[in-house]
T-cell receptor, first 116, second 112 residues
Framework: AQKITQTQPGMFVQEKEAVTLDCTYD???????LFWYKQPSSGEMIFLIY??????QNATEGRYSLNFQKARKSANLVISASQLGDSAMYFC?????????????FGTGTRLTIIP | NAGVTQTPKFQVLKTGQSMTLQCAQD?????MSWYRQDPGMGLRLIHY???????DQGEVPNGYNVSRSTTEDFPLRLLSAAPSQTSVYFC???????????FGPGTRLTVT
């Protein structure tokens, strides 16, 4: 069985600072994918970034990067130069295979609040 | 291209009533899934489908039925609603080998 742990229920960060959201995972599958989703107060799920377990380089998407440390089973999300619009819930998730992601296991989320 | 659509947006049911949550996608995705989100928790998988005619159970399937007669549609049926099924329901779809799962806007269901 797969498990995602997000140990930070809430975080407060000053605007323009970088922020790291923690995510650790547990799986016995040799191949898997890791995802981060953003859920603003309006409720929709917004895909941010994806990392395959066999990818050699850490994934980046604009201001988002995924700090993937396979030996430590961690997949932290780094947001550079935070903005007020980054205030939201953030969920880490994983899939059972490297590409196919029809079944996602989610963590409990971190509520990020950006302070002006 | 509407993406993933869900209807209704809000629904209130009485205990014991049945209903169907609708989900449709126009991206020709093979994979479709239903998740529920309860307060303070992440999303949990209810049922999923890897293609028309093929469905399987997720983590929390009890009390729900699904079918997949077309690639586009993946309805979720509540057989006899219970207060424990009060939740926000998300439908999602993706390519067979994709890096992103596309989510619908969600249906907020309250069972009294």
């Amino acid at each position: 069985a797969q498990k995602i742990t997000q140990t930070q229920p809430g975080m407060f960060v000053q605007e323009k600072e970088a922020v790291t959201l923690d995510c650790t995972y547990d799986t016995s599958d040799p191949s898997y994918g890791l995802f981060w989703y953003k859920q603003p107060s309006s409720g929709e799920m917004i895909f941010l970034i994806y990392q395959g377990s066999y990818d050699q380089q850490n994934a980046t998407e604009g201001r988002y990067s995924l700090n993937f440390q396979k030996a430590r089973k961690s997949a932290n999300l780094v947001i550079s130069a935070s903005q007020l619009g980054d205030s939201a819930m953030y969920f880490c998730a994983m899939s059972a295979t490297n590409f196919g992601n029809e079944k996602l296991t989610f963590g409990t989320g971190t509520r990020l609040t950006i302070i002006p | 291209n509407a993406g993933v659509t869900q209807t209704p947006k809000f629904q209130v049911l009485k205990t014991g009533q049945s209903m169907t949550l609708q989900c449709a996608q126009d991206m020709n995705h093979e994979y479709m899934s239903w998740y529920r989100q309860d307060p303070g928790m992440g999303l949990r998988l209810i049922h999923y489908s890897v293609g028309a005619g093929i469905t399987d159970q997720g983590e929390v399937p009890n009390g729900y039925n699904v079918s997949r007669s077309t690639t586009e549609d993946f309805p979720l049926r509540l057989l006899s609603a219970a207060p424990s099924q009060t939740s926000v329901y998300f439908c999602a779809s993706t390519w067979e080998q994709g890096g992103e799962q596309y989510f619908g806007p969600g249906t907020r269901l309250t069972v009294t």
